[in-house]
Every structure is written in C-alpha cells, then in structure tokens.
C-alpha cells in the first residue's frame, strides 16, 4: 500500500478539499507499508525517516505502484523547488533510484508490469506541451535495462490535454485509458482506451470514439480491467450541463464496440440512463476490478439518508449488478476514494474523516 499524507490545513482554510485537504504549498510525504501486519518499507538511506520523499520538505503526491513477485517499482511527483518525477526500485536488498529522465513531467504516472511486456517496465505519465496554450500529453516510456525513448502522445487529439492514465492488470492484452479534453479550455473531458501492440511496440485505439453516454457532458476517473479476454471500462459522468448529476457508468467492448452494462439507476429526466448509482445523484471516483472472473465496481457516493459519503460495491452477475452486503461500521463518515485490488484475495482501500475531519487511509479484506 502506497500513499501521500500531511498534516492538513483547518477546515475551511486554503487548500482543504473533502478529498484531499493539503494543497500545493503543503509538504506531503509518501509512505508505503507492507505484509500481514503492514510494517513501514522503508529506505536506510534516508537516515532513518519512515517515509520515502526525497525531498521530505516537497510536496510528494498521486503515487502509484507495481509488482512483479520479486521486484517493487514505486513512483510518485514530488514538487518544489525543483520538481521531480521519481520512479523507484525496491529489490528486498533495498531501494535504487531507476534515474528516469523526464523529471519536469507533470502528474498521476502509471504503472504497470503486464506479462505481455516480459520483463520491461511501463510507465505513462503526463507532461505539458512547451508551447502555449500548454495542454497535457499522455507519454509511454519503458524501463529494459535504462529508460527507453517515449511514445507518444498517447491522446486522441495532441491539441487537446489528457489526464490521469490507468492501466489494466489481468487478461492477455494491455490496456490503458484516461480522460481527455474534446473542446478548448477548459474543456469537456471525454474517456478513451487503447490498447498495446506489441508486435509494432504501438499504442492503438480500441472502439470508435469515447465511451461517454454523452461526449457533451463531463466525464472522469475511468478505471479498467479485463474479464477473460473482455476489458471493462467505469467512470463517473455528469448528466446536465452544472454537473449537479453525477453517474456511474460501465462499458464493455464487444467487437469494435463500447457496450454499456447497465444497472437500474435513473439520471433525473432519463430514467434508462443504467448508472450504477444506489440512492443518490452524486457519485464519483469508481475503481473496477476483477476477482475470480467477476467484475467488481466501488465507488463513493453521497448518501441521501445520512447525507454523508459513503462507498458502494457491486458485482455483475451475468447482467445484473448486485450490490455487495457489508460489514456495519464500515464507511461512517464521509468516506471518499475507494481503491479495488485483486491479487488472490479482492482488498478495498479508501479514505474516511475521523472525528476531527482528518482524513484517515483504511484497508478491508472483502469476502
């Protein structure tokens, strides 16, 4: 488990989010724990600190990890003055920068160590355009040995900025999808998928379009994963104009084909719009995994009952999404974020305010 922490700004100050309450001037620091009883993984040459920033007076944030069975690969942005992009190494001998090359890049890398790369690592990251008006591109670099040249852009439209890449874990192909601007600034984020060709080392577009239900309409944080040979595709969508409905949506590809599984939440006006949503018009952040060839989504969506934040899961059965029972207790006040991963066992992570509003990491075993 990886994360970003801080001690955060008071409530209501500059910089507090329900989210994510330290901005950018805040130093943040990233730590990763491990095993049964989730010890600290830390690195000697720090001198002792249990987190791994370089710099501990940066602001180190979205990190993101990767494993193979033997080697651990943590990457992370930290800014400040300079900013860098760090991509490490952990060997259980210890830790080694891999000294990767584009360090003025920009937020949210991915990782991933897909069998159908062999023993490379991949790693999409954005960096802004030198020239104006600055839009983001998508970039694909892989680690054999040293840091191979980028591919790239990866976005659809290099006029365009794109943001927040995610990649596929399970299946026989390697995917990666991230959202995208279709209009100027400040733009109208649509979400895209392509897939690996490894015979031309090329990144290829896979159905026609975007998955949006509407491309007018805002959508974000896509997530993806493959069942069988199938990838399957949640993101949250607005459906009016002030964003005042957000949904949950799931896409499979069949074909050349974006298809949409359906559930039975209704969009306000569209009572057939299918969104995953329980009992309410705000929800946002889904992460979709696959445990034992079933699809599984979470979620955080606010509660019209408790009028708190609260996560959902469900899992499709056939064509049907049924929603997991869980334990009481869990998700008690505003709890943002989920994070689905699959390895053997199904674990969520997710973020929730104590008492005081501070924003606490908790994991849970599901099932």
């Not at 009992?279 to 599984?296: C, E, G, I, Q, W």
């Not at 929603?323 to 969520?348: D, E, K, R, W």
Request: overall charge negative; some cysteine; glycine content about 10%.
């Amino acid at each position: 488990m990886i994360w970003e922490e801080c001690t955060p700004a008071s409530p209501g100050a500059e910089g507090w989010l329900n989210d994510h309450p330290c901005d950018q001037n805040t130093a943040l620091k990233i730590y990763i724990r491990q095993g049964a009883n989730w010890d600290l993984l830390t690195d000697p040459a720090l001198g002792g600190r249990p987190d791994l920033t370089r710099n501990p007076a940066s602001h180190g944030d979205n990190p993101t990890l990767a494993y193979d069975g033997a080697t651990l690969y943590a990457a992370w942005k930290e800014r400040g003055s300079p900013s860098n992009l760090f991509v490490m190494k952990f060997d259980q001998a210890g830790w080694s920068d891999t000294g990767f090359p584009d360090t003025d890049s920009d937020d949210r890398p991915a990782l991933t160590r897909h069998p159908l790369l062999g023993n490379i690592l991949g790693m999409a990251y954005e960096r802004s355009s030198p020239t104006p008006p600055g839009q983001k591109h998508l970039l694909f670099r892989q680690m054999n040995g040293g840091w191979q040249s980028n591919i790239g852009p990866l976005n659809q439209n290099a006029g365009f900025s794109a943001e927040a890449p995610i990649f596929s874990k399970k299946g026989d192909q390697l995917y990666i999808t991230w959202k995208e601007n279709t209009t100027a600034a400040p733009g109208i984020p649509n979400v895209f998928v392509k897939r690996w060709n490894n015979g031309s080392s090329t990144w290829e577009a896979v159905g026609s379009g975007s998955l949006n239900l509407n491309p007018a309409m805002e959508a974000r944080y896509p997530s993806i994963d493959v069942s069988g040979n199938v990838p399957y595709v949640a993101w949250h969508e607005c459906s009016d104009a002030g964003c005042g409905r957000e949904h949950i949506f799931v896409k499979r590809l069949e074909g050349n084909q974006w298809i949409q599984v359906k559930d039975t939440g209704a969009c306000g006006p569209n009572p057939d719009c299918g969104s995953l949503n329980v009992n309410s018009r705000f929800a946002k952040t889904p992460s979709l995994a696959v445990h034992n060839d079933k699809v599984y989504v979470a979620w955080s969506e606010r509660d019209f009952v408790t009028n708190k934040f609260a996560v959902r899961i469900k899992r499709l059965e056939g064509n049907t999404w049924v929603p997991l029972t869980l334990p009481q207790g869990l998700f008690v006040n505003n709890a943002h974020a989920p994070i689905l991963y699959a390895n053997g066992s199904l674990h969520i992570a997710w973020v929730e305010e104590n008492e005081a509003g501070v924003l606490q990491l908790i994991v849970a075993k599901l099932g």
